[in-house]
């Protein structure tokens, strides 16, 4: 398995890799307006195995802190509980610190 990344990445999603169209369509959307952080692919060969985004939010009330969240994170129904999700998800953090736009909240 390989992880393509990128500040931003074009990519190419499965429609069967998310449980409703409601996180494919997020993706467009997302991807539609360049507002993709981090766009993370796994990949074996040709098969996509997973995705995750994280893009920038926002906090109610405002504030001047800046952050990205996570969504959607997505693995093929074949090969997910192999860890596929977790490697990407750990891969997205280290990308996400390099640009330092993370902030905690309970």
Known sequence: MSVWSGFWIGIYCRADTYPTDAESKLVD???ANN???VSLVAF????????????PVSTTPPSEARGIGLA??????DVQMQGIGSQLIREGLREGLRFSVFYLSK
């Open 72 to 77: 959607p994170v997505a693995v093929h129904a």
């Open 35 to 37: 507002k993709a952080i």
């Open 29 to 31: 959307a997302v991807l």
């Open 44 to 55: 074996h060969e040709d098969q996509v195995l997973g995705h995750i985004l994280f893009s």
